[in-house]
């Protein structure tokens, strides 16, 4: 409290439609990130414009590609990465910290893995990416069993039935975060049948996110990492 207390920047910016969280990267670690999805190009200018007063890094979630090309008009250095859907304002952390996997079970999950790799990269985490192992096919995964048992993080992202997060949990001493994806056939009902399969696994050592939640992944693997 008495590292808040000496703090001068404002604790909250109200921008009457935003109330910005000044003191998010004092409590948590990192800055608050810019949830983009539903807010007008004029509003995220005015959000982006006022944390860069008192932030150099700013990091914009679930921004669409149709967004960023406006954005980047009134903010040049603006980087975007695709599939990740992440705006970046700022400097890349160069720490390479720790060392994390992120795994996928199929290719359909590719972009919720990205939203976190990216998100640790940026946060200067040593990332390495596995894509499409998933349980229909799982002597694809035999090649990485050493990376898997030296990791200190795993991310599993799987949507089906998503029993690849026992598996690879049961392959490792590492944290193992599990990421339920939307992708699936009719039964998955939008990825809670994932959800549900990875609540109940069976193997200790994992925790499991809200269903396509990359960066809340992502953020997690960085707090273990810390």
């Not at 982006?48 to 009134?74: G, H, N, P």
């Not at 250095?77 to 599939?83: C, E, G, Q």
């Not at 720490?95 to 359909?108: S, Y």
């Not at 990205?114 to 990416?129: H, I, W, Y």
């Amino acid at each position: 409290m008495n590292n808040f207390l000496k703090n001068k920047k404002p604790q909250i910016i109200d921008l009457n439609f935003a109330r910005i969280d000044t003191w998010r990267r004092e409590r948590r670690g990192f800055p608050e990130i810019i949830y983009s999805s539903g807010k007008t190009i004029k509003q995220l200018i005015k959000i982006i414009t006022a944390f860069k007063k008192y932030e150099d890094t700013i990091l914009l979630s679930r921004l669409s590609y149709s967004q960023y090309k406006v954005l980047k008009k009134a903010f040049p250095t603006l980087k975007y990465f695709k599939l990740a859907r992440i705006g970046f304002l700022g400097k890349k952390v160069y720490k390479k910290k720790g060392n994390v996997l992120v795994i996928t079970a199929g290719t359909a999950d590719i972009p919720v893995a990205e939203e976190a790799a990216v998100f640790l990269e940026l946060t200067g985490n040593n990332v390495e990416r596995i894509y499409d192992v998933g349980a229909s096919g799982i002597h694809r995964l035999e090649p990485f069993k050493e990376k898997i048992q030296n990791a200190k993080v795993i991310i599993v992202v799987a949507g089906m039935e998503a029993a690849l997060l026992s598996i690879v949990s049961g392959l490792t001493k590492a944290a193992v975060i599990g990421v339920p994806t939307s992708f699936g056939y009719g039964a998955s009902f939008g990825g809670l049948g994932a959800l549900l399969g990875m609540l109940n696994c069976c193997s200790l050592g994992t925790v499991v996110v809200n269903i396509d939640g990359g960066l809340v992944a992502g953020y997690f693997a960085d707090l273990i990492n810390r």
